[in-house]
């Protein structure tokens, strides 16, 4: 594991207190432009600028310099941002596989508890406690064999009877 403030991809901390986060909309996001290939050698040039060439070209030297800052920060945002989608993946891998084991062991329950209801003589004691985890564990395929019987009643009714004479 590396430092929090230089995470590397696959790192469970990152730490960007440093740095000035923003929030925008996605219509902002389309607005703004683009840095390109090469700029890293422009940040170089202003880098090797003497304070002599910045006031012979006409540049004004705060100018320069906060483009130097903002270059900085883009260069340690540019290192960040792999290892927070990775944490990002991560985390939503991680949230989709304990959801996976909860929603089996949550079958495995109520299959077990059901079962244990059906055969024991007091079943309503036993299930009537565990009513919304039936309810959640039972309830979709309940909706779909309802939905089912609905779709196919009307068919039946119209259909012409058979006569076996």
Known sequence: MSDPKNPVPGDQHIDASDLALIDVTPEQMFKFIKVREGVAKAIANLK?????????????????????????????????????????????????????????????????????????????????????????QYGPAQKGAATRAKSSAPAEQGRPSQNTD
Do not use: C, W
């Not at 990002?88 to 996976?100: K, P, Q, S």
């Not at 055969?119 to 985890?133: N, T």
């Open 48 to 136: 090797r600028l003497t304070a002599e060439q910045i006031d012979r070209a006409g540049l004004h030297a705060g100018d320069v310099q906060r483009a130097l800052d903002i270059a900085d920060a883009h260069q340690r945002l540019d290192a960040m941002v792999p290892a927070a989608e990775k944490l990002t993946e991560m985390l939503i891998e991680t949230r989709a596989a304990r959801g996976n084991d909860l929603a089996m062991l949550l079958g495995e329950i109520a299959s077990q508890a059901r079962r244990r209801g059906q055969r024991d003589p007091k079943g309503p004691e036993i299930l009537g406690p565990l009513d919304d985890l039936f309810t959640y």
